[in-house]
C-alpha cells in the first residue's frame, strides 16, 4: 500500500477528499454501464475511459479493486418523467424486430459485444463482473417489496412509485430539495403522482415484461442499479461512478431507494463523476443526426482509437471538453512523437526513476490529474540526466493508469515509397535546392514522418 494519500472529488460532499475505503485493502466500486439499444458514441465511451483510469489509480496505489458494471437491457425509458419510449423497445423497432422478451435480450447480446469491442480498443480493463439487468429482476422485485413494506410506496395507473416526501433528506447528492416549479417541469408528466420528484419503482405493461407481484412489466431504470450494486457489493460500498448527467435524477434516486430499502447510510462513501464531451461547440452528443460519432468514425479517418483515449488524458474528467477533428488530430501528432521518441531510446529496460515516480503519483493521485501526469511524460523524456533504459521503465510504470500502449509498440517498417522520397529530399539537398528539399520535406511529414537532419546522415522517425 502506498503511503501517499489519494484525494477524490466526492460529488456527495462538493470537495476533494482523502479517500479511505471502507475495507482496508480492498475497493468495491459500481460502474453505470451503458444501456445497449444502439453503439456507444464517443460521449458515452468517455465515462468508461474516466472509470478505467481510476480503477488502474487505486491498483497503483496498492488497492485490490472489486468492480460492477451494469448492462441495461430493460427498463431505461427516454425521459427521466418516467414516460416515453423504452430505450430497448425503440431498438427493437428500428432493426424492424418483433416486441419480446427474447428478441430483447438478443439485442442487448449484440451491442453488449460491439461495447466490450469499443472499451477494448480503448484499452480500457473490462471489469470481470459485468451483469444484464434482466438477470436481477427477481432482486429488483424484493428490493421493491422491503420498500414497500416500510410504506415508501403507492400505486398508480401505470406503476409502483417511490414517494419521496418520505425521505426527509432526498436529494442530498445536489444539495437538497430544488426549486421544482423552475426546474423540475420536465418529471411531472404524470398527474398522478404525490410529488412531481416521485419515481418508478415499477412500470405496469400488459403486452411485453415481466411477472411481477403488482403485474406485468419492468422494473425501474434506477432500481436495477440498486438492486445490483447491493447484491454484488453490499448494502454499503466505496465508490460509484457515472456521467454528471446521473447526478439529478438517477444516482439520486439510488441513493433514495438504497438507503431506504437498507436502513443503512450512506449507501456509497463516494459518488464520482465525469463531464460532458459536447460537439461544435456546445452541442449535447446524441445517438442522432452529424453529433452521433462513434469509434469507428474515428477509425475510419485513420485515427487510433488509443489517440481518442490519449486526447480525453489531455484534460481533467471533471472539465467539460468539445470534440472537434482538429484537436484529435493535433493529439495524434502528440501522441505519435511520444511514442517515436520512446521506440528512440533502445530495447533495454532499466529501473523506474523514483523521483519522476513521485512526482507521478502526487498527480495521479490528486483527483486523477491527468494533464499533468502527460506533461510528466515529456519531461522524462527530455531528461539528459536519465539513462534511455531507465527512461523506458518509468514510461512504462506510468502506463499501468495512462494506458497509451507503450509496452506493445513495435517498430514500424519504413515503406519503400517513404525511402525513396527521403533519398530524393537527400540529394536535392546535396545540390543545395532547398525550396524543393522543403517541399519533400512536407509531404514525407503528410505521410506521416520526419526526418531528422544529423551530420552523419539523417534519421526517420514516425511522427
Not at 489509480?57 to 430493460?74: A, F, Q
Not at 506493445?408 to 519504413?414: R, S
Amino acid at each position: 500500500m502506498t503511503s501517499k494519500k489519494l484525494q477524490f472529488y466526492n460529488t456527495l460532499a462538493r470537495k476533494k477528499e482523502t479517500f479511505s475505503p471502507i475495507r482496508k485493502d480492498k475497493v468495491r466500486m459500481y460502474t453505470c454501464g451503458p444501456t445497449v439499444y444502439d453503439y456507444a458514441h464517443i460521449g458515452n465511451l468517455r465515462a468508461y475511459v474516466f472509470a478505467d483510469i481510476l480503477q488502474k489509480t487505486l491498483e497503483y496505489g496498492g488497492y485490490k479493486v472489486k468492480r460492477v458494471m451494469n448492462i441495461t437491457d430493460i427498463g431505461h425509458l427516454s425521459s427521466d418523467a418516467d414516460s416515453g419510449e423504452d430505450k430497448m423497445t425503440k431498438g427493437l423497432l428500428r432493426e424492424k424486430k418483433k416486441l419480446t422478451l427474447k428478441n430483447m435480450r438478443e439485442l442487448a447480446e449484440f451491442y453488449t459485444k460491439k461495447f466490450k469491442k469499443d472499451l477494448e480498443k480503448l484499452n480500457v480493463k473490462i471489469p470481470k463482473e459485468i451483469y444484464f439487468a434482466s438477470d436481477y429482476v427477481k432482486e429488483d422485485t424484493e428490493l421493491v417489496q422491503k420498500l414497500e413494506k416500510k410504506e415508501y410506496t403507492y400505486k398508480t395507473s401505470d406503476g409502483i412509485y417511490f414517494n419521496t416526501s418520505k425521505m426527509p433528506d432526498y436529494g442530498i447528492l445536489w444539495g437538497g430539495k430544488r426549486e421544482w416549479k423552475k426546474e423540475g417541469a420536465r418529471i411531472v408528466e404524470n398527474s398522478e403522482k404525490k410529488n412531481p420528484e416521485d419515481f418508478a419503482l415499477w412500470k405496469f405493461n400488459s403486452q411485453i415484461g415481466f411477472e411481477s407481484p403488482w403485474g406485468k412489466g419492468f422494473p425501474g431504470w434506477h432500481i436495477e442499479c440498486s438492486a445490483m450494486g447491493i447484491k454484488f457489493l453490499g448494502e454499503q460500498f466505496d465508490i460509484h461512478t457515472g456521467g454528471i448527467d446521473h447526478i439529478p435524477i438517477h444516482h439520486t434516486n439510488e441513493i433514495a431507494q438504497s438507503e431506504c430499502a437498507t436502513g443503512k447510510k450512506p449507501f456509497v462513501r463516494v459518488w464520482m463523476h465525469n463531464n460532458f464531451l459536447d460537439i461544435n461547440n456546445g452541442e449535447k452528443m446524441a445517438k442522432s443526426g452529424d453529433s452521433f460519432i462513434t469509434l469507428r468514425t474515428i477509425t475510419e479517418k485513420g485515427i487510433s482509437p488509443i489517440v481518442y483515449r490519449f486526447w480525453l488524458l489531455m484534460g481533467h474528467y471533471r472539465t467539460k471538453m468539445n470534440f472537434n477533428w482538429e484537436a484529435l488530430e493535433g493529439a495524434e501528432t502528440a501522441l505519435k512523437r511520444l511514442y517515436g521518441l520512446y521506440m528512440s531510446l533502445g530495447e533495454k529496460i532499466g529501473k523506474v526513476d523514483k523521483e519522476y515516480q513521485e512526482k507521478f503519483k502526487e498527480f495521479v493521485f490528486d483527483d486523477l490529474d491527468t494533464p499533468r501526469a502527460l506533461s510528466l511524460l515529456w519531461d522524462v523524456l527530455k531528461d539528459e540526466k536519465i539513462s534511455n533504459a531507465n527512461k523506458k521503465a518509468t514510461i512504462l510504470d506510468f502506463d499501468k493508469v495512462l494506458g497509451l500502449d507503450f509496452a506493445n509498440l513495435k517498430e514500424e517498417k519504413i515503406s519503400e515509397a517513404i525511402l525513396k522520397l527521403v533519398e530524393e529530399r537527400e540529394e536535392v539537398r546535396k545540390n543545395k535546392d532547398f525550396k524543393k528539399s522543403d517541399e519533400l520535406r512536407k509531404k514525407i511529414n503528410s505521410l506521416g514522418y520526419e526526418i531528422e537532419d544529423k551530420n552523419s546522415g539523417y534519421k526517420i522517425n514516425k511522427i
